[in-house]
């Protein structure tokens, strides 16, 4: 037997907000006007592709990729989030829950030619582990496409208290959905962001700093004044050397 594994993290919010989450997640300002049209379009071409969903939440990404003819494998760390996936999914997609901090070894070498994880990774505090996973399922020449909190934005949430050159586990009140709940998280520098996916032996192909659209300006006009003035997230797509 191995060393018995730590728990993800944020697994207490996520229990408390999921059923919300799944709910309003392809409404939501900030997701679905905002991070997911800059992460779709760093995807190119997926019909055909096997695409695996690194942290699939409720199933939003995977139910696009299957749409465009995608073959789709998606984890997740949080049970109640796979059976939302599952419940969205119905069976189009292979849904299972796995914790991202660890090596995925139920899943095949070059196995994949896409893998994607939105927004999943502020929440996996081991980033080498990750990566060399990422790499080791994707085929020569595949695509790893990643979204997280924009490393800028992250350190000014918390500036009073973090050292922007550390990696750090950070907290904030989360209210967008339906409730306030505790949401922990990691931040680090651009600098750890880039380099480990180097390490990993990933070539950086395009980084994003997106802007909100229109839909966006529509739905929280406040909010997109502010995001077009300083950086929400960043959107990156690196290729398996």
Known sequence: MGSRRKPPIAQHAYNQIAEEFARIIDIKPHNAYYERPATLSLLGEVAGKRVLDAGCGPGVYAEWLVEQGARVVAVDANLKMIRLARQRLAGKATVRQANLEYPLDFLDDGSFDIVLSALAMDYVLDWATAFREFHRLLRTGGKLIFSIGHPHQ???????????????????????????????????????????????????????????????????????????????FMCLRALKR
Do not use: C, W
């Open 154 to 232: 992250e350190f000014d949430a918390h500036r009073q208290t973090s050292n922007y050159f550390h990696t750090e586990r950070v907290e904030y009140n989360s209210t967008g959905f339906g409730k306030q709940v505790v949401m922990p998280s990691y931040r680090r520098p651009l600098s750890e962001v880039l380099n480990l996916l180097i390490k990993a032996g990933f070539t950086l192909d395009r980084l994003l700093e997106p802007l909100p659209t229109e839909k966006f300006r529509q739905a929280d006009p406040e909010d997109y004044e502010e995001l077009m003035h300083r950086p929400g």
